[in-house]
Each structure stands twice: as C-alpha cells, then as structure tokens.
C-alpha cells in the first residue's frame, strides 16, 4: 500500500469570503518585484469592490482606476490572518485521514512484530521439531514481510505528510490583503475597475551572451531575462514588460531650502585645514549619494507578452539578440606573456544601460570565459586566443666602453619576438612592446626593429601578419650609452 499526499495538495487558492482573488493581468516586471494590474468588470449598482491579494505585496502601492467614469468614495487595504483550515481546507481534511489511517498500519506493524517474536520464541524454546520446521520458516518468513511492508507504508506515509504539512506552513507564510473600494456614480451599464499595486515577491536576473565573429567582422550580443516569481499563484497569460528600474514617483514635491549668506568666520590654519577636509568630505558623500541618470527617460522597457509563469518557477525570455560590427585586432605583450589576447573595436557603441550580470563569452564558436558584466563600451576584449602564441628569447646583452679614453659606458640588447599561428588561416597580430626611455640628457639610447614599427608616446606597436599553421618574427635591437662615472640603472 502507498499513500500520495502530493495528490492532495490544493492548486489554486482559497477565495475569501466576500471578495475575488485579484488575477494579474499585466506586470511590468523589475529586477526586484513588479508593477501588477488587474482588470475587473462591475456592475453599474455596485457600491463596493473587494480584492484579495496574495503575496508580498506594499500596501501603500495599492491604487484603483475606474477609466469608464464613477466616483471612488474611500480605499482601505488590510492584512488578513487565516487559519490552515482556512487556507487549504481540502489539504488539511486529507492530512487528518492520512494520520488516522497512519495510526492504523502501525498497530497493525505491531500485530506483525509481535508475531514474529511469537514465532522466534518457539524456536529459542525448542518447541519446533525437524518435521515442523518447513512450515515454522514459512510463517516467520510471512511475519516479517508483513511487518517491513507495513514499515515501508509508514515511512512513506511520514514522508510524504512531512511535504504536506511544508506546503500549508508556505501557504500560510504568504501575506494576504484585502482590498476595499467604496465606489458611486458609475455608468448605468457598468464599468471596469483597474487595481494597481506593487508585488515584492517576483523579478527578473540579466543574463548575457556575448560572441566574437572574427571573420565576419562582427560582434553578436545578447540580452536575456531569467523571470522567476513566488506569489503564490500561477501567472496566467498575464502581458509581460521587463524594465531596467523602476520609475520613481512621489506624492509632494521636494521642499526649497532657505538661501542664507553670512560672514564666514575666521579659523586658525589647522581648524581651518580641518574644516577643507570636512567640507570636501561631505561634497563626496553628497557626489555618493546622488542618483546615477545614465539615459533621458532613467530606464529601459521591453515588452515580452502574454505568457504563463507557476509560483516557484523561472523562465528565460530574449530581451535583445544584436549584431554590431567590429574591428578585431589581436594585441600580444611579450614582454609580460606568451598569450594573445583578442580585441574588438565597435564601429557604434552598444546605447545600452546594462544590469550586472553574469556573461558569457564566445569568439569563433568557442567558449572563452564567463564573467560579470555590467557595462559594454567601444573596446571589448574576448580573452586569449588559445591557437596563437607570442614569444620573446633574449639573444645577446652586452656591455662595454667606447670613445677616446674609454669616457663612456655601453649596453647594447637584442631580443627576437617569435609569433605562432596555429589556426587554419592568417592573423593580424598587433605586438607591443615598451619604448626605452631616457630619464638624463647624458644617458642616449637607440631603439631598432627589423619591420616598421610605429611610437606612441612610450610605446611601440609592429602590426604582424602571421600566415596559416606559420609563424612570424621580428628582432629588437636597443643601444645605449652613458658617461663612465654615471650610476645608471639601465632597467633590464
């Protein structure tokens, strides 16, 4: 025998007396909680709306609109405290019979335990002769299965009330409201009231995919939503928007401070050295505390549709799937690695706000990494290239004097700088590579290379090609000299 109290589990709600559960039909959904509207058909003779919510709702958020005429007298929301009876009366009645029923099989286990014991005790007491003995196994062997699948059933049993009793403790965990609505004057025909409030228990995650198309010469970006909601209730075909942030609203205006000018008083320099670091001190807390407005409307909407979401559940929906072009270039520092990294300039910046989030990120099909994200600017980079490597072997490092009388010191190094490629077809490689510097009118240095190379304030930059399963190299040659008697720390 097996019991089932999942079966039994009530889904739905329980309807209070003397109201309609308020079913969503529009959400704008934030990334903490959601804006909901529920749409009711009154009567024209009506004189009172009642609403019960469930869930984490803010009861000041709660707003009625009748859009087709009549007058709302007074609003009044109220939390409603509940028995478990009254939650789930179904559930409750069935978890009763189940504990009766329970203590049934368990006299019953003791009825078998008490036979087996009977059983074994004839045998300690040498009352089972060889003649007997077949059928004295038979009917201990009978005993003790009836008395394990009585334990299985009451293992079951417990288990499956223990789910039971969780599901009514979350049921009567989940706030509930009632909503009242004294209303006069509407349309001899009727009308349509609008309830509006928020929903604390329900949100979106920003996720993200961001993939590198090297060959094409593109960029493909892509925002996606992960919806999850625990209201307790099944969203059914309610018309989904995800926005950014929430707007913000408030019912007075912000008051005007006073305008105040006086004699500023005179301070000693250290009182006054101490006044310059409070004030700039607070100028950065107000810099803190002051809001972020990064777009003209502050957020961002897109709107998903209608779709279905049970209480518990997540669903993932597309919010943007864009292609950008891009310039890819890959830039290797072999002064500090052997990796090439990938980079990728955006011919037009993505215009977007994003929420941080987790991405990931792709380049020719391969994944390369997950990360935050939280901002995609002109410039991206995908990581390291694992098919091309960059190297630098020193070659020779000398010293020496030079000049008449041997008045001054030299150095002179050479390094090769050795690409390899082992993709199927040709990569543009940018090396960079830091310019020697001279930090003293009498220190001079020469830097070569055996390509062109192009200087960037203190850095050079040799634009490679490296040809398909090849390599590529260049050689760097760097001289300097400086008086004899001169210290010089010559940075390598």
Same mark, same amino acid.
């Given at each position: 025998?097996r019991?089932c109290?999942?079966?039994?589990?009530?889904?739905?709600a329980?309807?209070?007396?003397?109201?309609?559960l308020?079913?969503?039909?529009t959400?704008?959904?934030?990334?903490e909680?959601?804006?909901?509207?529920?749409?009711?058909?009154?009567?024209?003779?009506?004189?009172?709306?009642?609403?019960?919510?469930?869930?984490?709702? #803010?009861?000041?958020?709660?707003?009625?609109?009748?859009?087709?005429g009549?007058?709302?007298?007074?609003?009044?929301?109220s939390?409603?405290?509940?028995?478990a009876?009254?939650?789930a009366?179904?559930?409750? /009645?069935?978890?009763?019979?189940?504990?009766?029923?329970?203590?049934?099989?368990?006299?019953?286990?003791?009825?078998?335990e /008490?036979?087996?014991?009977?059983?074994?005790?004839?045998?300690?007491? &040498?009352?089972?002769?060889w003649?007997?003995? +077949?059928?004295?196994?038979?009917?201990?062997?009978?005993?003790?299965?009836?008395?394990?699948?009585?334990?299985?059933?009451?293992?079951?049993?417990?288990?499956?009330?223990?789910?039971?009793?969780?599901?009514?403790?979350?049921?009567l965990?989940?706030?509930?409201?009632?909503v009242?609505? !004294?209303?006069?004057e509407l349309?001899? &025909?009727?009308?349509e009231?609008?309830?509006?409030?928020?929903?604390?228990?329900?949100?979106?995650?920003?996720?993200?995919?961001?993939?590198?198309l090297s060959?094409?010469?593109?960029v493909?970006? +892509?925002?996606?939503?992960?919806?999850?909601?625990?209201s307790?209730?099944?969203? /059914? &075909?309610?018309d989904?928007?995800?926005?950014?942030v929430?707007?913000?609203? !408030?019912?007075?205006?912000?008051?005007?401070?006073d305008w105040?000018?006086r004699?500023?008083?005179?301070?000693?320099?250290?009182?006054?050295?101490?006044?310059?670091?409070?004030?700039?001190?607070?100028?950065?807390?107000?810099? #803190?505390?002051?809001?972020?407005h990064t777009?003209?409307? &502050?957020?961002?909407? %897109?709107?998903?549709?209608?779709?279905?979401?049970?209480?518990?559940?997540?669903?993932?929906?597309?919010?943007?799937?864009?292609?950008l072009?891009?310039?890819?270039?890959?830039? #290797? =520092?072999?002064?500090?690695?052997?990796?090439?990294f990938?980079?990728?300039?955006?011919?037009?910046?993505?215009?977007r706000?994003?929420?941080?989030?987790?991405?990931?990120?792709?380049?020719?099909g391969?994944?390369?990494?997950?990360?935050?994200l939280?901002?995609?600017?002109?410039?991206l980079?995908?990581?390291?290239?694992?098919?091309?490597?960059?190297?630098? !072997?020193?070659?020779?490092?000398?010293?020496?004097?030079?000049?008449?009388?041997?008045?001054?010191?030299?150095?002179? %190094?050479?390094?090769?700088i050795?690409?390899?490629?082992?993709?199927?077809?040709?990569?543009?490689?940018r090396v960079?590579? #830091?310019?020697?510097? /001279?930090?003293?009118?009498?220190?001079?240095?020469?830097?070569?290379?055996s390509?062109?190379a192009?200087?960037?304030?203190?850095?050079?930059?040799?634009?490679?090609?490296?040809?398909a399963?090849g390599?590529?190299?260049? =050689?760097?040659?760097?001289?300097?000299?400086?008086?004899?008697?001169?210290?010089?720390w010559?940075?390598r």
């Amino acid at each position: 025998m097996r019991f089932c109290l999942f079966a039994w589990i009530v889904v739905g709600a329980l309807l209070l007396p003397h109201g309609v559960l308020a079913a969503p039909e529009t959400i704008v959904l934030f990334p903490e909680g959601g804006q909901v509207t529920d749409v009711r058909e009154i009567a024209g003779e009506s004189q009172e709306i009642v609403w019960e919510l469930r869930g984490q709702v #803010a009861p000041d958020s709660v707003r009625v609109r009748l859009p087709d005429g009549g007058t709302i007298e007074g609003l009044q929301t109220s939390r409603v405290e509940l028995e478990a009876e009254e939650v789930a009366p179904e559930l409750v /009645s069935k978890v009763e019979t189940a504990k009766r029923q329970l203590e049934k099989l368990r006299v019953r286990q003791q009825a078998a335990e /008490s036979e087996v014991a009977l059983i074994q005790g004839l045998a300690d007491a &040498g009352e089972v002769d060889w003649e007997q003995s +077949t059928s004295w196994r038979e009917q201990l062997e009978a005993a003790l299965h009836r008395s394990s699948a009585l334990g299985e059933d009451i293992a079951s049993i417990n288990a499956t009330l223990t789910a039971a009793q969780d599901e009514i403790d979350r049921l009567l965990q989940q706030p509930r409201w009632r909503v009242q609505v !004294r209303i006069s004057e509407l349309p001899a &025909g009727g009308a349509e009231a609008e309830l509006h409030y928020r929903l604390n228990d329900c949100g979106w995650d920003p996720l993200y995919r961001v993939e590198g198309l090297s060959e094409q010469g593109e960029v493909r970006f +892509t925002w996606r939503a992960r919806i999850h909601q625990q209201s307790g209730l099944k969203w /059914s &075909g309610v018309d989904m928007t995800v926005a950014t942030v929430p707007p913000r609203t !408030r019912l007075r205006p912000p008051e005007v401070p006073d305008w105040i000018m006086r004699p500023q008083p005179e301070v000693r320099p250290m009182a006054k050295q101490a006044g310059e670091t409070a004030m700039l001190a607070a100028e950065d807390s107000r810099s #803190a505390r002051a809001p972020h407005h990064t777009a003209a409307t &502050g957020f961002s909407l %897109w709107h998903v549709g209608r779709m279905d979401l049970a209480d518990g559940e997540q669903q993932v929906v597309t919010l943007e799937d864009r292609t950008l072009a891009a310039e890819f270039t890959r830039l #290797a =520092r072999p002064e500090r690695s052997n990796q090439v990294f990938v980079r990728a300039a955006l011919a037009s910046p993505l215009e977007r706000d994003l929420l941080q989030g987790p991405g990931q990120f792709f380049l020719d099909g391969v994944f390369l990494r997950q990360q935050r994200l939280d901002a995609v600017g002109q410039e991206l980079f995908f990581g390291t290239d694992p098919f091309v490597q960059a190297k630098m !072997r020193s070659r020779t490092i000398q010293s020496g004097d030079e000049g008449v009388l041997a008045r001054r010191q030299t150095r002179r %190094w050479e390094w090769d700088i050795a690409l390899t490629n082992k993709r199927q077809r040709p990569v543009d490689v940018r090396v960079e590579l #830091a310019a020697a510097q /001279s930090r003293h009118e009498d220190i001079r240095v020469e830097q070569e290379f055996s390509t062109p190379a192009k200087r960037q304030e203190n850095r050079y930059f040799l634009d490679l090609t490296v040809p398909a399963q090849g390599e590529r190299e260049a =050689r760097m040659t760097v001289r300097a000299e400086a008086p004899k008697d001169m210290p010089v720390w010559w940075g390598r």
